[in-house]
């Protein structure tokens, strides 16, 4: 006995409407009557499914390489009926393809250039499997390489390589640095010679001109000779020693002192003076 039953259709879901086992009409969302038990209806989801794929394969330089793709599908809702029928396990049939053309193109390429060719593989892969799943009712949106992974050694390697190439820049870098201030040292250290030695020379100079012009003065005011002058500044400037020596009570030394002291040491600058002479005079005669 026949009788009629309802069925709703969830809007991201299509019916698929069989009469005896033949193939009616796709039910849409909302409320389907169905003669039973002559009819029956079955649902197909609508919604975009992700399906994760895991391929190994070698590169052009003989590099292990897993890569994983993220392929993002949905079942057409006007075509519900080929997929139904048609296709028996479409996760298989899609890592299928993407394995078929993951191991076609990799192989073509570098460990490098795989790489940088992510986004072109990942297109192929897209329009491989649009191609050939179109048919079948599925609609493919997207195809994205989520993972390049090499293998281990080889990765423990490259980071070696890369660590090793960061560590020669940061020598490299620090080599430069301290060539610069090498450099800077040596600069400051000759601005600073160059510098005391114009002061030295300006001191000396200053205190000849001063002991020049104090000699003059004190011949024109009290009529002395210019190596009285001198022998008088010597005893001041000895006397002046002593005093400071004195005052400053840190130390003691013991100093032969006696009339003919500040004699004596006029004559030995006096020595010193005649000898420092009769040296260059045969230097002179010689040029």
Not at 157 to 172: F, G, I, L, P
């Amino acid at each position: 006995m026949a009788c009629f039953c309802f069925y709703a259709v969830d809007t991201s879901e299509r019916g698929i409407v069989q009469t005896c086992g033949k193939f009616s009409h796709i039910a849409y969302p909302g409320l389907n009557v169905v003669c039973c038990p002559f009819q029956t209806l079955s649902r197909v989801s609508t919604k975009v499914v992700q399906l994760d794929v895991s391929t190994s394969t070698k590169t052009k330089d003989n590099v292990t390489v897993s890569i994983n793709t993220a392929v993002q599908y949905s079942v057409d809702p006007n075509k519900a009926n080929d997929f139904f029928f048609k296709l028996a396990d479409p996760t298989r049939n899609i890592a299928s393809h993407v394995d078929n053309v993951v191991r076609s193109q990799l192989p073509k390429m570098d460990l490098d250039a795989a790489f940088l060719a992510k986004d072109e593989l990942a297109y192929s892969i897209s329009r491989e499997l649009s191609e050939h799943m179109t048919p079948y009712g599925l609609l493919i949106h997207g195809c994205l390489m989520t993972e390049m992974v090499p293998d281990s050694t080889v990765l423990r390697a490259m980071n070696e390589v890369n660590a090793a190439r960061r560590q020669r820049e940061a020598n490299w870098e620090k080599a430069e640095a301290e060539k610069v201030l090498a450099v800077k040292r040596a600069e400051a250290e000759a601005e600073a010679k160059h510098l005391s030695g114009v002061g030295t020379a300006k001191m000396r100079q200053a205190i000849t001109e001063g002991f020049t012009g104090s000699i003059a003065q004190m011949q024109e005011s009290c009529g002395l000779k210019a190596n009285e002058v001198v022998h008088m500044m010597l005893v001041s400037q000895y006397l002046d020693v002593l005093k400071d020596f004195a005052m400053s009570g840190k130390s003691s030394v013991l100093i032969p002192h006696g009339p003919s002291a500040v004699k004596d040491m006029e004559q030995q600058v006096r020595n010193g003076f005649l000898q420092a002479r009769s040296l260059g005079a045969p230097e002179q005669a010689a040029m």
